[in-house]
């Protein structure tokens, strides 16, 4: 009997019209936990380098977690995994919500895609039913319309169903997969599904999940239920609110923006406006807030409220997830009102709410600078909020400029020419960031913006403090309880951190180990299934890594102790980043955008990235070695790196040097 997982996964190969229920091998299951672990042995496996991200041959990956669906709190998220069109690597987001449960309660692990299907079509899979059935009906369909539109043809309102919307269909770089009370939104993995003709996977799940010890997992989550409470009721003083307490984070449960709307950057990322936070704003988004939010909702078994219910005038309710409550506001110079009412069709359409307004934004700016003219944009109206409005929907459709945009801004920039490139500014491997800008290099949050390979700051950082305490009092205070810090030297680092010693403190070694760990909590996350709100992401978690190796014991008959999850969580990280290796990239690819501070340190940053190579088991291109390979179980990476002369290349780096001389 398998525990925790349920030992099966479904193979639809939907060019055959075929289905199949396949029983996993429970080894991978210890090399590589579940969820994004096990995933990246699939894609390893399965799909080649040269694989298109639009080619029948990639696979479309729906994975539950580990954990997912038992008892554990939180343990809700659905993996998405496949060959980002964007950044044509490995890509993974994931959604929160009901869906990967809802998988798991019918018999399955992870529902796998591959082919494609000649005709429009949505999976519906009830424990042992499975069928691949028409949806020329719903073409064209908004993502959420079609939610509530294939429970009514199915007469099951219980069931959870995953849709795209028309930007998927159409195959929008950043197209977006949505499902109920969440999205998995980076890397388009939305366009990825409409490539292979699918409009919604739809799932209803009626079976039990076993647990290897139920007293004893019980007793665990018991213990993870009283911390919440306890620390909701005892916030972290001297913090901003949506760190000070737990969630994913709650954005939506405050309506004070100073610190975002004066941090964050507006237009297409470039302008931060200090003192824009006045009385007047900050009385017109409270009232905002206030008038469209119905209710705080959660997610499959959590008691955190950190979404939440949006009615804008005159438009259906939606759910609005994250920072997503700001990026079109900022974007197009707007107020908040604006920016809750065009997220509402954005969510329809089915885009990534971080990359779908830097790309309108982007667009403005190169009208503005006369790369592109007023004959790119024909009927398009003059105000800054109909101006979005209008983009969204040439993008979604591919019409006109908006089939150009609709690749994202590196490659319409590409595309355009003519100096667009440099209004592409603010991208990581050609992928729009989180529209962040600030002062001095912070060296912890340059490596992770490096080196992250979800391509999403807001998923890599975390456990650790953003800045440092003002006082040695405030930090011996959040030291002193502080259960979930690996080890006393990381408590010291805190301790020793002072205002005003930034950026060479912390220390270039102490930032790999700082790195490392925060890094570690959210592979686990995504492979057991957990929400970033309940462990990775704020101070002070219910969930760490002190308690993570008896709760995996515990649910899957597993022996897991600190050290074993480490190098567990260490061999799945390091194949995700073989399946990026192999897809060519390379240190020359791991650079924040240039202008995301305003004062910079390259020594002090090739320091780091050197620094954090070696610590990683990396050579300075960024490339895993034999050894490191070979001490995790993965030679069969080493030989394929090995055969394609992936050791005994140029670095890119040299390369690069050699270039600029030229040039």
């Given at each position: 009997m398998r525990y925790a997982e349920t030992g099966y996964n479904l193979e639809i190969d939907l060019s055959r019209g075929n289905i199949e229920r396949v029983e996993t091998d429970p080894r991978d299951t210890e090399l590589y936990l579940g969820g994004l672990g096990t995933n990246a042995k699939i894609i390893w496996d399965r799909v080649p380098p040269e694989t298109e991200p639009f080619s029948p041959d990639n696979l479309l990956i729906f994975s539950a977690g580990l954990l997912g669906g038992t008892p554990a709190t939180g343990a809700n998220r659905t993996m998405v995994t496949s060959i980002s069109p964007q950044t044509r690597l490995f890509a993974y987001s994931m959604m929160g919500g009901f869906w990967a449960p809802?998988?798991?309660?019918?018999?399955?692990?992870?529902?796998?895609?591959?082919?494609?299907?000649?005709?429009?079509?949505?999976?519906?899979?009830?424990?042992?039913?499975?069928?691949?059935?028409?949806?020329?009906?719903?073409?064209?369909?908004?993502?959420?319309?079609?939610?509530?539109?294939?429970?009514?043809?199915?007469?099951?309102?219980?069931?959870?169903?995953?849709?795209?919307?028309?930007?998927?269909?159409?195959?929008?770089?950043?197209?977006?997969?949505?499902?109920?009370?969440?999205?998995?939104?980076?890397?388009?993995?939305?366009?990825?599904?409409?490539?292979?003709?699918?409009?919604?996977?739809?799932?209803?799940?009626?079976?039990?999940?076993?647990?290897?010890?139920?007293?004893?997992?019980?007793?665990?989550?018991?213990?993870?239920?009283?911390?919440?409470?306890?620390?909701?009721?005892?916030?972290?003083?001297?913090?901003?609110?949506?760190?000070?307490?737990?969630?994913?984070?709650?954005?939506?449960?405050?309506?004070?923006?100073?610190?975002?709307?004066?941090?964050?950057?507006?237009?297409?990322?470039?302008?931060?406006?200090?003192?824009?936070?006045?009385?007047?704003?900050?009385?017109?988004?409270?009232?905002?807030?206030?008038?469209?939010?119905?209710?705080?909702?959660?997610?499959?078994?959590?008691?955190?409220?950190?979404?939440?219910?949006?009615?804008?005038?005159?438009?259906?309710?939606?759910?609005?997830?994250?920072?997503?409550?700001?990026?079109?506001?900022?974007?197009?110079?707007?107020?908040?009102?604006?920016?809750?009412?065009?997220?509402?069709?954005?969510?329809?359409?089915?885009?990534?709410?971080?990359?779908?307004?830097?790309?309108?934004?982007?667009?403005?700016?190169?009208?503005?600078?006369?790369i592109l003219t007023d004959h790119d944009f024909p009927g398009m109206?003059?105000?800054?909020?109909?101006?979005?409005?209008?983009?969204?929907?040439?993008?979604?459709?591919?019409?006109?400029?908006?089939?150009?945009?609709?690749?994202?801004?590196?490659?319409?920039?590409?595309?355009?020419?003519?100096?667009?490139?440099?209004?592409?500014?603010?991208?990581?491997?050609k992928h729009e960031q989180l529209p962040l800008k600030l002062s001095m290099l912070d060296p912890i949050y340059y490596l992770m913006y490096c080196t992250n390979e979800k391509v999403t700051i807001t998923q890599i950082e975390g456990n650790f403090p953003q800045a440092p305490f003002a006082t040695q009092e405030e930090r011996e205070a959040f030291v002193s309880n502080w259960i979930q810090a690996p080890n006393e030297r990381i408590k010291q680092y805190v301790l020793d951190w002072e205002p005003r010693t930034a950026p060479y403190f912390p220390t270039p070694d102490m930032c790999c180990e700082i790195v490392d760990w925060m890094e570690r909590m959210h592979y686990i996350d995504d492979a057991v299934g957990m929400c970033a709100g309940l462990s990775a992401f704020p101070l002070k978690p219910p969930y760490h890594i002190h308690n993570y190796p008896k709760l995996i014991s515990a649910a899957t008959g597993i022996e897991m102790d600190e050290e074993t999850l480490i190098q567990t969580t260490k061999r799945y990280r390091n194949l995700v980043r073989a399946n990026n290796i192999i897809r060519g990239m390379r240190r020359i690819d791991e650079v924040p955008p240039e202008d995301h501070w305003k004062k910079r340190f390259p020594e002090l940053e090739k320091e780091l990235l050197d620094k954090y190579y070696k610590y990683k088991g990396w050579n300075n291109d960024g490339v895993p070695t034999k050894e490191t390979l070979h001490d995790l179980g993965l030679d069969y990476v080493a030989e394929e790196f090995e055969k394609r002369g992936i050791y005994s290349e140029t670095p890119s780096y040299e390369i690069s040097a050699e270039k600029e001389k030229e040039v």
């Open positions: 809802e998988l798991k309660f019918a018999g399955y692990d992870k529902v796998i895609l591959r082919g494609k299907s000649p005709n429009l079509v949505y999976i519906w899979i009830h424990n042992d039913k499975v069928e691949i059935r028409d949806a020329s009906h719903l073409q064209g369909k908004g993502s959420v319309e079609v939610q509530d539109l294939i429970k009514q043809e199915l007469n099951e309102p219980n069931a959870q169903v995953a849709a795209i919307g028309l930007a998927g269909e159409n195959k929008v770089y950043f197209a977006s997969i949505e499902q109920g009370r969440s999205s998995c939104s980076r890397q388009g993995l939305g366009a990825v599904m409409g490539s292979k003709n699918v409009k919604a996977i739809a799932v209803r799940g009626t079976r039990d999940i076993n647990i290897a010890k139920p007293d004893e997992f019980i007793e665990l989550i018991n213990e993870v239920l009283e911390y919440i409470k306890w620390r909701n009721e005892n916030p972290i003083p001297n913090y901003m609110p949506i760190l000070a307490g737990l969630g994913s984070p709650q954005e939506m449960k405050h309506d004070d923006e100073k610190w975002h709307t004066e941090n964050f950057v507006w237009g297409n990322a470039r302008y931060r406006r200090k003192g824009f936070w006045t009385k007047e704003i900050a009385e017109d988004w409270k009232e905002s807030m206030a008038t469209m939010q119905r209710r705080l909702i959660s997610c499959f078994n959590c008691p955190m409220k950190c979404g939440a219910t949006i009615s804008p005038p005159g438009q259906p309710t939606y759910m609005m997830k994250c920072f997503t409550k700001l990026t079109y506001t900022m974007a197009a110079f707007a107020n908040l009102e604006f920016g809750l009412g065009i997220a509402q069709s954005a969510t329809e359409y089915g885009v990534d709410g971080y990359s779908a307004p830097q790309v309108m934004a982007f667009a403005l700016e190169l009208l503005e600078a006369g109206p003059p105000d800054s909020e109909g101006r979005f409005h209008w983009l969204l929907d040439r993008i979604v459709r591919r019409e006109g400029i908006g089939d150009i945009l609709a690749d994202g801004t590196y490659w319409a920039a590409e595309k355009i020419g003519n100096g667009a490139h440099e209004y592409a500014h603010n991208n990581i491997k």
